[in-house]
């Protein structure tokens, strides 16, 4: 069952871990070993959970694994796209054998 406007991950990091550690984006980033304005877009909701941020984010916290931040990622990116008018496609033919 798709969520309802699902949250973009980055803001589990803002709101959830980043003040459960008691840190800020800068020190996260270094820990996490990124740029403090990769890590800033993530957590703002300017930039994707990349598969390399989803590794770098389960080796650095004991919570979510990277699939589960990819997976995060993907129903974000899945419903946001459904609220743009639907795309004109043209369905492909089917075989006879199918």
């Known amino acids: 069952m798709a969520m309802f406007n699902p949250p973009?991950?980055?803001s589990?990091?803002?709101e959830?871990?980043?003040p459960e550690l008691g840190i800020g984006v800068t020190e996260a980033a270094a820990q996490l070993g990124v740029s403090?304005?990769?890590l800033s877009r993530v957590v703002n909701g300017r930039a994707a959970i990349?598969?390399?941020m989803a590794i770098r984010l389960e080796?650095?916290?004991s919570g979510p694994t990277a699939e589960t931040w990819v997976r995060m990622q993907a129903e974000y990116d899945l419903w946001q796209a459904r609220q743009k008018p639907r795309p004109n496609v043209t369905p492909a033919p089917r075989s006879a054998a199918a």
């Open 8 to 10: 973009h991950p980055g």
């Open 12 to 14: 589990i990091l803002k």
């Open 16 to 18: 959830d871990i980043l």
């Open 36 to 38: 403090r304005v990769a």
């Open 50 to 52: 990349s598969a390399d």
């Open 59 to 61: 080796a650095w916290t």
